[in-house]
């Protein structure tokens, strides 16, 4: 290059280099300047912008592709129909009304990670541990906000008027079979924070669901759908979870005392800076389903590794992910 | 259908789920699609590379879907959407046996979500059948003897896969072939050539791939890139071509063509042609950003040179 040429082979590296060598010096000295900015030109509190967009898969009932800097999640919605009649255990009838999403397992999200999104997760392997734990959370996370209603859920029948009835009986309704979503999620590019995009992919995909009129027919004993796009309803969710994750970087080692120790929250870490942090904190708010409504309350708050993260800072969490979550509801409201 | 316990996953509830069947009611009635293109005439692909920053390659494959607006809840025909990441080359682990050459592997998954029936998460005979054709389309490009013992991954994904067959006669009386395959295959060369483009691995060409039929309609007259529910296909062939040596690394012909099969193979190479017009634009593209980028960069860097060392003073 005609650079090199001028000043001569240079003794210094560019910064790519740093990072790769020296991870840990690399970040802390971004930390450590007086105007402190992390190397991916953030500031500390600062998450990444999402793009979310909605109803591109066309074999699925609710669809989203959510990009959040580099990692991209894509989930696909679809409903499959549970008869009544097979289920091996129904449900008591003192079963909260509630709980029945989660007694039947009418709801299915699986996270795949080997897609390739990242060189550490290669296909024909089985699904690694992280897989699992985050297809766990975002399972846990949906049947604790119950966010979707099972009234959208039941497919119900009117039993015709028998000779044995009472004449001025209502007509009996039974839920002949449930409508079970599967949620496939798909993470196409992973660059740290799967969990916050991936949740946020299934809110959006589940938003934007439709499924179609079903009935039973007492005929075929089946359960028939509409075709007819004005016939089916959409998915009304009662709450809207959100997850905002937050990373520790520290200086604290086993060789030196704890109070030397420096340590840093970063917002929604990005793949590098996830590799350095050893403690997390993920904060789940649950607010009204649209802008501006309801109250937003916490739904969980988990955290993981390192003791840095007290009472205090698990408050500035909480204020910054309130926030944020607002932030996330404009940008799904505007869709 | 119960599917079999998959512990690591999150599993269909324990009394099995079924696909909702829709009922023919007048006022959704479902015409097959037409095909408006000419016989020789390829649908509108969108192609682009460099999608996965944390993959060494990546390329993104879509045909683009009619747009015709949906009137019923059943989709009347599917897009194709493909994505592809090219993970090396990188060193083979250490316990592995020597190799003179790049060992190349390929994943092909389809998504739980790209067709009408749902499907599972792990790898049916099909999609590995497909990784093993696209494996050999592949080999015949990489200059494999520039990298001994490295080993380099292509892994697919199709987010949506090309349909067997107008699915309402698959329906009545299920003659539907597996004629979407081909589609893909011809999508998935297609978009693993970019990938590997873009991951730098050197190749002696670009390898594109295309797709053509004999269909019974139209008193058998050969066509590019069928769209299977539009046609009555009886043959298709898909080859894996390079333009500019004139070679076949792949090929694959199902169905009777019988005396139409070497124009049958002239009518895919014609495809495969038409397809490569835009691969070799996407890649062109993305190498002139990727020179751009360098060159910016660059200058950046005498200019501000001394400002952004300072932001890296590297101590203890």
């Known amino acids: ?335 | 259908m119960a599917m079999l316990a998959d512990r690591r996953r999150m599993n269909a509830p324990p009394g099995g789920t079924s696909p909702p069947v829709f009922a023919s009611l007048p006022e959704a009635k479902l015409t097959k699609p037409i095909r408006t293109r000419n016989p020789d005439e390829h649908r509108k692909i969108f192609l682009r590379t460099g999608v996965v920053p944390s993959a060494s390659g990546s390329a993104y494959y879509e045909i683009s879907p009619s747009n015709t607006p949906r009137q019923t809840l059943v989709p009347s025909s599917s897009s194709l959407k493909i994505t592809c990441t090219v993970h090396g080359p990188r060193p083979l682990p250490r316990n592995a046996a020597f190799s003179s050459n790049l060992l190349l592997t390929t994943h092909v998954k389809f998504a739980p979500f790209a067709t009408r029936q749902r499907r599972g998460y792990v790898r049916d005979s099909s999609e590995r059948d497909l990784g093993v054709h696209l494996e050999t389309a592949l080999r015949g490009v990489v200059i494999g003897d520039r990298w001994p013992k490295s080993g380099c991954e292509v892994v697919i994904t199709v987010l949506e896969g090309e349909e067997d067959g107008w699915w309402a006669d698959a329906e009545e009386g299920g003659k539907a072939g597996s004629w979407g395959m081909m589609n893909v295959l011809a999508g998935c060369i297609t978009v693993a050539s970019a990938a590997i483009a873009d991951a730098g691995v050197d190749c002696v060409d670009l390898v594109s791939g295309g797709v053509a039929a004999l269909t019974a309609e139209r008193n058998g007259e050969g066509v590019l890139d069928p769209c299977p529910s539009e046609h009555d296909i009886k043959a298709a062939c898909v080859v894996g071509y390079l333009q500019s040596r004139d070679e076949v690394t792949e090929m694959w012909m199902k169905g009777d063509a019988g005396s139409g099969s070497e124009a049958l193979i002239d009518n895919a190479v014609k495809a495969a042609v038409l397809t490569r017009t835009v691969l070799a634009e996407a890649v062109k593209e993305a190498t002139e950003m990727k020179i751009g980028k360098t060159s910016e960069a660059a200058v950046e860097t005498t200019n501000t040179g001394k400002g952004k060392t300072k932001d890296i003073q590297m101590t203890g």
């Not at chain 1, 299934?202 to 004005?230: N, Q």
């Open chain 1, 1 to 335: 290059m005609a650079n090199d040429a001028e000043t001569g082979p240079g003794l210094t590296f560019p910064q790519d280099t740093f990072a790769k060598l020296t991870p840990r010096p690399y970040l802390l000295a971004h930390l450590k300047h007086k105007t402190p900015v992390r190397p991916n030109g953030r500031q500390q509190n600062e998450f990444r912008q999402p793009t979310i967009n909605t109803g591109s898969l066309t074999h699925s009932n609710g669809s989203a592709v959510v990009r959040v800097g580099d990692t991209a999640v894509v989930c696909g919605v679809r409903g499959e129909i549970l008869l009544a009649s097979d289920i091996p255990h129904p449900p008591s009838d003192d079963l909260e009304e509630q709980d029945l999403v989660e007694e039947l397992g009418l709801v299915v999200p699986n996270l795949e990670l080997s897609t390739g999104c990242s060189p550490a997760h290669i296909p024909g392997n089985p699904p690694t541990s992280l897989a699992q734990s985050l297809s766990y959370r975002i399972s846990a996370v949906l049947h604790d906000s119950h966010c979707i209603n099972p009234d959208d859920l039941r497919i119900n029948y009117t039993e015709p008027k028998t000779e044995d009835d009472l004449p001025d009986e209502p007509p009996k309704e039974v839920t002949k079979a449930y409508w079970t979503l599967y949620i496939d999620i798909l993470c196409l590019a992973l660059d740290g924070n799967a969990f916050d995009a991936a949740l946020l992919a299934v809110t959006a995909a589940l938003r934007d669901t439709t499924l179609p009129k079903a009935w039973w027919d007492p005929d075929r004993e089946s359960i028939l759908c509409s075709p007819v796009v004005s016939d089916s309803r959409s998915l009304r969710l009662s709450t809207m979870p959100v997850a905002s994750s937050f990373a520790v970087f520290s200086t604290a080692s086993h060789l030196k005392k704890r109070e030397e120790a420096q340590s840093w929250i970063l917002a929604d870490a990005d793949g590098f800076e996830e590799e350095l942090c050893d403690e997390t904190l993920t904060v789940v708010l649950n607010s009204g389903p649209s802008t501006g409504s309801g109250t937003t309350s916490i739904l969980k708050i988990e955290k993981t590794g390192g003791t840095y993260i007290g009472k205090d800072v698990t408050d500035l969490c909480v204020r910054q992910a309130s926030k944020r979550t607002s932030d996330i509801k404009t940008a799904l409201g505007n869709r």
